[in-house]
């Protein structure tokens, strides 16, 4: 029988639009307390198999758009990767807290980091696609750490089988709410999106500076990988 991811929250009153297409997630295991070391006040580290869990997530954001505003070719669409963990606040909701964010736009950038606390970074980067090949280049430009990259070549598989559809699968891709830090105080916004269409993915090269530059270890064994094409997301607005 198919496992099903958690349902994904309701998002009445979207202040944002964006499409998280040709997606690649990367995982590795690490020792919880040691990134329980690394959260703010709040949060606490969420584990799967006694394991803590960092993603390196490289994608293409399309269609990305305030409500009321329509799209501007030059600023709705670009690269994106994401460096990220699994957590839990004292609410006990679940999400996710990023370590990084790299984009190919500045203005999003700023306004990121000036808005909601979240750690982006500008980066040169592409995605470019070549039937089932999906290649990722960022080489980060500001702020420091200038120079930190990630280069990624990843031959995208078929669907996950009903099997494969499993629990592990779930805790790592099905994640509907972030948490940020704003003016000192944890705050959380939620992400509503259909459950990802997940297919195999099969590592050809990855040469990545982006978890040490986020006050990671390097990751030790052989990642967990999926892959999805897309999925169309409504973000709400934060609160407490």
């Not at 980060?140 to 031959?155: E, I, K, Q």
């Not at 195999?200 to 530059?213: C, G, I, K, S």
Request: aromatic share 10%.
């Amino acid at each position: 029988m198919k496992m099903h991811a958690p349902p994904p929250p309701a998002v009445q009153r979207p202040v944002m639009y964006q499409q998280w297409n040709l997606i690649t997630f990367i995982h590795w295991r690490y020792p919880p307390a040691l990134i329980q070391s690394l959260l703010p006040a709040g949060l606490k580290v969420e584990t799967f198999d006694g394991s803590a869990w960092i993603s390196l997530i490289p994608f293409l954001m399309q269609g990305v758009r305030p409500t009321g505003v329509p799209r501007l070719p030059w600023l709705s669409e670009f690269p994106e990767t994401n460096v990220r963990t699994y957590v839990r606040d004292q609410r006990g909701r679940s999400g996710i807290w990023f370590f990084s964010l790299d984009a190919a736009r500045l203005p999003a950038v700023v306004t990121a980091r000036a808005s909601y606390g979240l750690p982006y970074f500008w980066s040169d980067m592409t995605v470019r696609r070549s039937a089932d090949l999906i290649s990722y280049r960022c080489s980060r430009r500001w702020p420091a750490p200038r120079g930190a990259r990630c280069d990624v070549d990843v031959r995208f598989g078929p669907p996950l089988g009903e099997r494969e559809l499993d629990e592990q699968a779930h805790f790592l891709t099905a994640r509907y709410r972030l948490f940020t830090v704003v003016l000192g105080r944890l705050a959380a916004a939620e992400a509503e999106h259909v459950e990802w269409p997940l297919h195999r993915a099969e590592l050809l090269h990855l040469d990545q500076t982006l978890l040490p530059a986020a006050g990671l270890p390097a990751p030790d064994g052989q990642p967990v990988l999926h892959a999805s094409p897309g999925v169309p997301v409504r973000v709400g607005m934060w609160h407490r």
